[in-house]
Structure formats: C-alpha cells, structure tokens
C-alpha cells in the first residue's frame, strides 16, 4: 500500500507536469508574421487605441501611427476636454482588412494589407464627449439632455467621423526578441483614419 504522503506528491507532481506540458506549447510556440499586425487591427476594433502601438519594435513604439503610443501621455488638447473622450466615441471596424505576408525571410517579413476600415459612432461615447463640450462652469451638461439633440446634428457629425477608409499597404516587420513585431509607423493608416 502506498503512503498517503507520497501519493499525494505524486498526484501533485503530476498535476504540475501536465499543467507545464499544457502551458508550453502556447509560450514556445511562435505566432507567424501576420500576427503583431491583427494585434494592432484587434486593439482599434476594441477601442484600445493607446494598446495598438504595443505590438510594434522598439524603435517605432512612440512613433507609431502619428504617436499614438503616447496617447496615455496626452491628457488635454487645449479645449479642457480630454482626448481619450474623442476615441471613446468612435467605433473602427477593421473587419474588412486583409492581412497577407507576401515576403517571409528568418527574421523580416512583408505584409500586404488592404481593405476597408469603417468608421462610426458610438452614441454613449458621443454624448459623453458633447456633455462634456457643453459644460457650464466646469460641470458635464446632464447627459440626458444631450440626448435629444443627437438626431439635429447627427449628419453633421457622421461627415466629421465616420466614414469608410480604403487601405491598401505594405508593411514590415521584424523578428525581435524572438517575437514578430510591426516596424513600420503605418503613417498612411493613422492619416487615412485622422
């Protein structure tokens, strides 16, 4: 008969090596060159904007898509509004890009992206931001009556930000650090989206 002491070790040993064996795979595993490049479409569709420069080398990280990386830093443009309440209300649908590695060398790569990016608004967001605009005295304007008058200026402000936004580039990236990253400031991405 087996001591309960060691079974239990046992048991525990075993537990951990297959949590090691289940765990390996995902962290040895190297994503392919198109992946920094969906981790950058995936954070604008999620509204993560000051994240979409995260999968970018080193030397393009602050650069990037016209400096979005220092989005975190930029907390007012002047007007005592915050810019984080212009991107909260834009909705950017990336679902009509295509991401294809044309060129794939040991550590560079080439991708090809093209497509549509759609760009809207999000109503929450966008009453937020006029609330805000709008405030007496330093105080936000009741949300609820900005409401109403979302319907009066709703062409207006669908010319001003939304839209569909044609892409077609072709983007470098690198392997750093054993990981795919994008080396390229998507200038044209972020001026087409501005």
């Not at 040993?13 to 090691?20: D, E, F």
């Not at 990037?64 to 834009?90: R, V």
């Amino acid at each position: 008969m087996t001591h309960p002491r060691t079974r239990m070790a046992a048991v525990a040993g075993t537990m951990a090596l297959s949590m090691s064996l289940a765990l390996a795979p995902a962290a040895l595993a190297q994503d392919g060159p198109d992946a920094p490049m969906n981790e950058v479409l995936t954070a604008f569709s999620e509204g993560r904007f000051a994240d979409a420069t995260v999968p970018f080398c080193a030397a393009m990280e602050e650069t990037a898509l016209g400096g979005l990386g220092q989005l975190d830093d930029m907390s007012d443009m002047g007007m005592g509004m915050e810019l984080g309440l212009i991107f909260d209300a834009l909705q950017i649908d990336t679902g009509g890009l295509d991401v294809v590695v044309t060129d794939e060398g040991d550590d560079t790569a080439v991708l090809d992206v093209s497509g549509v990016i759609e760009v809207g608004i999000d109503e929450d967001g966008l009453v937020t931001l006029i609330s805000v605009m709008l405030a007496e005295g330093g105080e936000p304007l009741d949300e609820e009556m900005v409401r109403p008058m979302l319907p009066m200026m709703q062409a207006q402000i669908d010319e001003m930000l939304g839209g569909t936004v044609e892409v077609d580039e072709e983007v470098q990236v690198i392997l750093e650090d054993g990981v795919w990253q994008v080396c390229d400031d998507l200038q044209s991405i972020g001026e087409a989206l501005a």
